[in-house]
């Protein structure tokens, strides 16, 4: 939608909303800042304040807390579209050709720029990239100006392989495959405690945690169906190592799923133990398989990215019995 603002032309969307009973007691502003993708609970409060969103067809407070059946309207004006600066960062690239890179991402690295974090992400490091090659300009923008290339991601405590599409034919190649669920994706992640099976699957349904709506949970209902398929690789005294296969893709996904079963991922302060016995700086979670169809040559690839030091070093201390 077009708006007049002075003697310029904004564009608007207008977002709706029912009140069902797994948000009644919700604040209007962590329930827009939740349901409207990319943008914080602080900038929902301003919207608000400026008379931008009404429940019931009445401006509200940012605090008010909604019932079910409140109908909630939101306003919301596209952002001012920020420059991602390219910044001289070494990136872990595996393979580079005319339509996509591979990228193995170091664990404490943000995948693409959002708001209060617009440096030293892997968008920045390709923009720098990019920029140099002198037979390509830009990259993809179907996902916008801050998350140029970008198909999909992986958490910033995830260390591992992420492919990058450098133009529009093979984005949405990529992310039709995503959606279809017939890219690989084999991850590698240390768990808290031995496994009593040498092999399963967790299939379930994950939505916000009702407890705490910045987490991810396993929820009965008003949840995305989610499957992993896991087995061991290797069992320690008191841990166990396994590959996890993603069949679908949702938010922390093998994180909530480990959990779920009772053998978090080590290092995982969100959803395993707050007290960790090892200093990873992260959870030990690796994206290590990624294959799809190439864009262009129509055929199977697959690349694989080395588990990082800090990883091998626990799995070391583990196999001598040190720990």
């Given at each position: ?6 003697n310029?032309?904004?564009f608007?969307?207008?977002?709706k909303f029912?009140?069902g009973?797994?948000d009644?007691g919700?604040?209007?502003d962590?329930f ?8 914080s ?11 931008h ?7 509200a407070?940012?605090r008010?807390?909604?019932r079910e ?12 579209p ?6 001289k960062i070494?990136?872990?690239i595996?393979?580079e050709?005319n ?5 193995n ?6 995948v693409?720029?959002s ?6 992400t892997v968008v ?5 990239h990019c ?6 300009n830009s990259l993809?923008?179907i996902?916008?100006?801050m998350?140029?290339?970008?198909v999909?991601r ?7 392989i992420?492919?990058v599409a450098?133009?529009?034919?093979a984005h ?5 495959q995503l959606?279809?669920?017939?890219i ?5 992640a ?5 496994l ?5 699957t967790a299939d379930?349904?994950i939505g916000?945690?009702?407890k705490n ?7 009965s209902e008003?949840g995305k169906?989610?499957v ?5 690789l290797e069992?320690f005294?008191n ?6 296969v993603l069949e679908t893709g949702?938010t922390?996904?093998i994180?909530v799923?480990?959990?779920y079963?009772?053998?978090p991922v080590?290092g995982?302060t ?13 959870q030990l ?5 990624l ?5 262009t040559?129509?055929?199977y690839?697959e690349?694989?990215a ?7 070093k626990?799995l ?6 040190r720990l």
């Amino acid at each position: 939608m077009r708006v007049g603002h002075g003697n310029r032309v904004i564009f608007v969307e207008v977002k709706k909303f029912e009140i069902g009973i797994e948000d009644a007691g919700e604040r209007l502003d962590c329930f827009l800042s939740e349901k409207v993708e990319g943008y914080s609970r602080t900038y929902m409060q301003k919207l608000i304040e400026e008379g931008h969103c009404k429940v019931n067809e009445k401006n509200a407070k940012p605090r008010l807390k909604l019932r079910e059946g409140d109908r909630v309207e939101a306003v919301i004006p596209d952002p001012v579209p920020l420059e991602v600066e390219p910044e001289k960062i070494d990136l872990d690239i595996i393979y580079e050709d005319n339509d996509i890179i591979i990228i193995n991402k170091p664990q404490g690295m943000v995948v693409h720029p959002s708001h209060g974090n617009y440096s030293g992400t892997v968008v920045n490091a390709l923009m720098g990239h990019c920029k140099s090659l002198s037979d390509y300009n830009s990259l993809t923008g179907i996902n916008g100006v801050m998350r140029p290339g970008i198909v999909h991601r992986i958490d910033k405590d995830t260390s591992g392989i992420i492919v990058v599409a450098k133009n529009n034919e093979a984005h949405l190649s990529l992310s039709e495959q995503l959606k279809e669920h017939t890219i690989t994706r084999k991850y590698t992640a240390l768990l808290e405690g031995r496994l009593k099976t040498d092999s399963g699957t967790a299939d379930t349904l994950i939505g916000r945690n009702p407890k705490n709506r910045k987490q991810m949970a396993v929820v009965s209902e008003n949840g995305k169906r989610a499957v992993t398929h896991y087995r061991v690789l290797e069992s320690f005294e008191n841990h166990t190592l396994i590959e996890a296969v993603l069949e679908t893709g949702r938010t922390h996904q093998i994180r909530v799923h480990m959990a779920y079963l009772g053998h978090p991922v080590v290092g995982d302060t969100v959803y395993g133990f707050k007290k960790q016995r090892f200093d990873t700086k992260g959870q030990l979670l690796h994206a290590r398989v990624l294959g799809f169809i190439h864009p262009t040559k129509k055929e199977y690839v697959e690349f694989e990215a080395p588990i990082p030091e800090y990883f091998e070093k626990v799995l070391r201390l583990l196999r001598n019995g040190r720990l």
